[in-house]
């Protein structure tokens, strides 16, 4: 791994850091004015988290100056909103009426069935079938460009 190093004045940072091959290759050696780096992979937010700016700030931690990412929680409204949308998009998908019995969970923000899909058998399609409130298996798929119709329960040509 090569270490990074960024430049300061006056105790704060200058550009953006630079690797310590590139300095010893232009200076001879790391000047003083430059610092130890550390890089902070950008954080994935939670469910309900907000990534504040899509750059983070160069901060000193524990001496080392590194990138600092900006995570905060969501507000009520802003997760109610997130929420809507999800139901929003759910609902006007095609065949939506298929899937009207799945309901939004508040954990992962994902739309879910009223009972848990089955596990898979190799060889065998299964929808989640409205008409049935149930998983249901499909027929096979027929080669070429289909699409499948809930309402037939059946492969129909694109």
């Not at 600092?68 to 999800?86: D, G, I, P, Y």
């Not at 409205?130 to 070429?144: L, Q, S, T, V």
Request: net charge negative; glycine share 4%.
């Amino acid at each position: 791994m090569t270490n990074l190093y960024i430049e300061t004045e006056n105790g704060a940072t200058k550009n953006h850091p630079a690797f310590e091959d590139n300095l010893i290759q232009a200076f001879g050696v790391v000047p003083t004015h430059w610092e130890p780096f550390t890089r902070v992979e950008r954080p994935t937010p939670a469910v309900y988290q907000i990534l504040e700016f899509d750059e983070p700030v160069y901060a000193k931690v524990d001496g080392v100056w590194t990138d600092v990412w900006s995570v905060r929680e969501m507000t009520a409204e802003e997760k109610t909103a997130k929420q809507q949308a999800v139901i929003t998009v759910f609902n006007q998908q095609e065949y939506a009426s298929n899937w009207s019995a799945w309901t939004l969970d508040e954990a992962t923000c994902t739309m879910v069935p009223p009972i848990p899909r089955p596990e898979p058998v190799e060889g065998k399609i299964v929808f989640w079938s409205g008409a049935d409130a149930n998983w249901k298996e499909a027929p096979a798929r027929p080669e070429g460009d289909y699409k499948f119709d809930f309402i037939a329960w059946a492969w129909v040509a694109r």
